[in-house]
């Protein structure tokens, strides 16, 4: 009998972080309990497949030896595979779907050598008749393919992530903030429709802004502080990152701190006040907690209106393009950065509840949703490919 079930892996490995998911989608299942006219709709895979096992791994290109990404992808494969073989009874085979971002970590000279060498540490571990990469125009290519045009999936982890919330608001503006960056990613007719393509133009056109909940240094964000009735300018060393602040004002938990901290030493709340005193070149001898209190949430105020500015040149911008109020634009929000970031800045802009959407995947999923979401397109394309489907 055919097989009528697939798995697929979805990875997105970023320079820091790698995220994977395992989705499992049981074809005949699907065709029996979707309506004809929904089953090319993502939505519908979406309520529909199995998330079996997902999760990240951080691995920091820059600081670690680059071959041994390779043990990440081993320990990657055998778990899912462990996983299917609990699911489905006797070994089963699985595509792998791949998104990248890593190739813009300095590990790497060029583009095109980290397209490539990360090409090659897949076919390592994983048959290479069974990959794909995403570009940016969201098309599936082989290794050779993705090697022989790198540009076109570097740095395309949002494609599809804009491509499956798109779908569900057709109109409105993609707002996806992690641990390192912010994408905002305009929604037209359920497609993105970016100006830019590259992290250079998205960069240019403010479709993506480099700040995030986790990774981003202190004095990316602000140069100096309230401190004892003054203003005082900081120190520009990596003595702390946005993690700390968040930790120190309760907004992440020590789970949710998932890089490594400016010191080496660990993530309690007790050090993250140690580390963001040294900003100020204190220690907790010198600065009182309190004072350190002020500092996290003056900083925190900074960076939502770094963001808030980013927001606002994103709505002015996608209104002149399409003509249309503010008052009709639908905000997909998802990301670590979600409820923390996002949400409050768009209710400091006023918009209202009917305009925010955050629903559809669970708190955890939402951290690992361009791997997922990649894993949805992917499941849509074998439909077509199997001609389960026949798209509209």
Same mark, same amino acid.
């Given at each position: 009998?055919?097989?009528?079930?697939?798995? /697929?892996?979805?990875?997105?490995?970023?320079?820091?972080?790698?995220?994977?998911?395992?989705?499992?989608?049981?074809?005949?299942?699907?065709?029996?309990?979707?309506?004809?006219?929904?089953?090319?709709?993502?939505?519908?895979?979406?309520?529909?497949? !199995?998330? #079996?096992?997902?999760?990240?791994?951080?691995?920091?290109?820059?600081?670690?030896?680059?071959?041994?990404?390779?043990?990440?992808?081993?320990?990657?494969?055998?778990?899912?595979?462990? *996983?299917?073989?609990?699911?489905?009874?006797?070994?089963? !085979?699985?595509?792998?779907?791949?998104?990248?971002?890593?190739?813009?970590?300095?590990?790497?000279?060029?583009?095109?050598?980290?397209?490539?060498?990360?090409?090659?540490?897949?076919?390592?571990?994983?048959?290479?008749?069974?990959?794909?990469?995403?570009?940016?125009?969201?098309?599936?290519?082989? /290794?050779?393919?993705?090697?022989?045009?790198? #540009?076109?999936?570097?740095?395309?982890?949002?494609?599809?992530?804009?491509?499956?919330?798109?779908?569900?608001?057709?109109?409105?503006?993609?707002?996806?903030?992690?641990?390192?960056? #912010?994408?905002? %990613?305009?929604?037209?007719?359920?497609?993105?429709?970016?100006?830019? *393509?590259?992290?250079?133009?998205?960069?240019?056109?403010?479709? #993506?802004?480099?700040?995030?909940?986790?990774?981003?240094?202190?004095?990316?964000?602000?140069?100096?502080?309230?401190?004892?009735?003054?203003?005082?300018?900081?120190?520009?060393?990596?003595?702390?990152?946005?993690?700390?602040?968040?930790?120190?004002?309760?907004?992440?938990? !020590?789970?949710?701190?998932?890089?490594?901290?400016?010191?080496?030493?660990?993530?309690?709340?007790?050090?993250?006040?140690?580390?963001?005193?040294?900003?100020?070149?204190?220690?907790?001898?010198? =600065?009182?907690?309190?004072?350190?209190?002020?500092?996290?949430?003056?900083?925190?105020?900074?960076?939502?209106?770094?963001?808030?500015?980013?927001?606002?040149?994103?709505?002015?911008?996608?209104?002149?393009?399409?003509? =249309?109020?503010?008052?009709?634009?639908?905000?997909?929000?998802?990301?670590?950065?979600?409820?923390?970031?996002?949400?409050?800045?768009?209710?400091?802009?006023?918009?209202?509840?009917?305009? %925010?959407?955050?629903?559809?995947?669970?708190?955890? !999923?939402?951290?690992?949703?361009?791997?997922?979401?990649?894993?949805?397109?992917?499941?849509?394309?074998?439909?077509?490919?199997?001609?389960? =489907?026949?798209?509209?």
């Amino acid at each position: 009998m055919k097989k009528n079930y697939e798995f /697929i892996l979805s990875l997105d490995i970023g320079g820091a972080n790698t995220k994977f998911s395992l989705l499992f989608l049981d074809f005949e299942k699907y065709i029996e309990e979707t309506e004809e006219e929904d089953r090319h709709f993502y939505k519908s895979i979406l309520a529909s497949y !199995e998330n #079996l096992y997902f999760s990240t791994i951080y691995f920091p290109f820059w600081m670690k030896q680059k071959q041994d990404f390779i043990l990440v992808l081993r320990k990657i494969k055998k778990s899912i595979e462990d *996983k299917i073989n609990k699911h489905i009874k006797g070994k089963s !085979e699985y595509l792998i779907v791949v998104t990248i971002t890593a190739e813009l970590s300095d590990a790497f000279n060029t583009k095109k050598e980290g397209i490539s060498e990360i090409c090659e540490h897949l076919t390592e571990v994983f048959d290479e008749t069974k990959i794909r990469l995403i570009n940016i125009d969201s098309e599936f290519l082989t /290794i050779t393919e993705a090697k022989a045009d790198y #540009l076109s999936v570097s740095a395309s982890n949002w494609v599809a992530t804009s491509m499956v919330f798109g779908e569900r608001e057709k109109l409105g503006i993609l707002l996806d903030m992690g641990s390192t960056t #912010l994408d905002l %990613i305009p929604i037209k007719d359920g497609r993105p429709v970016t100006i830019g *393509k590259t992290d250079v133009e998205r960069l240019l056109n403010y479709e #993506l802004l480099y700040t995030g909940i986790l990774r981003a240094p202190i004095p990316s964000i602000v140069h100096s502080v309230p401190f004892r009735n003054s203003k005082c300018p900081i120190s520009f060393e990596r003595f702390a990152i946005m993690a700390d602040i968040y930790r120190i004002l309760g907004l992440i938990d !020590e789970q949710d701190y998932t890089c490594d901290t400016a010191d080496g030493r660990g993530k309690s709340p007790e050090e993250c006040y140690a580390r963001v005193s040294r900003m100020l070149c204190g220690d907790l001898m010198l =600065i009182k907690l309190e004072e350190i209190d002020e500092i996290a949430s003056y900083i925190y105020k900074s960076q939502k209106n770094m963001v808030k500015d980013s927001i606002v040149f994103a709505i002015d911008q996608f209104v002149r393009r399409f003509v =249309i109020p503010t008052s009709r634009i639908k905000f997909n929000i998802t990301g670590l950065g979600a409820n923390i970031v996002i949400i409050p800045v768009l209710k400091e802009l006023y918009i209202s509840d009917r305009q %925010i959407i955050l629903k559809g995947l669970s708190k955890k !999923e939402h951290l690992i949703s361009s791997a997922l979401c990649l894993g949805i397109v992917f499941l849509k394309k074998r439909m077509e490919d199997r001609e389960i =489907i026949s798209i509209k």
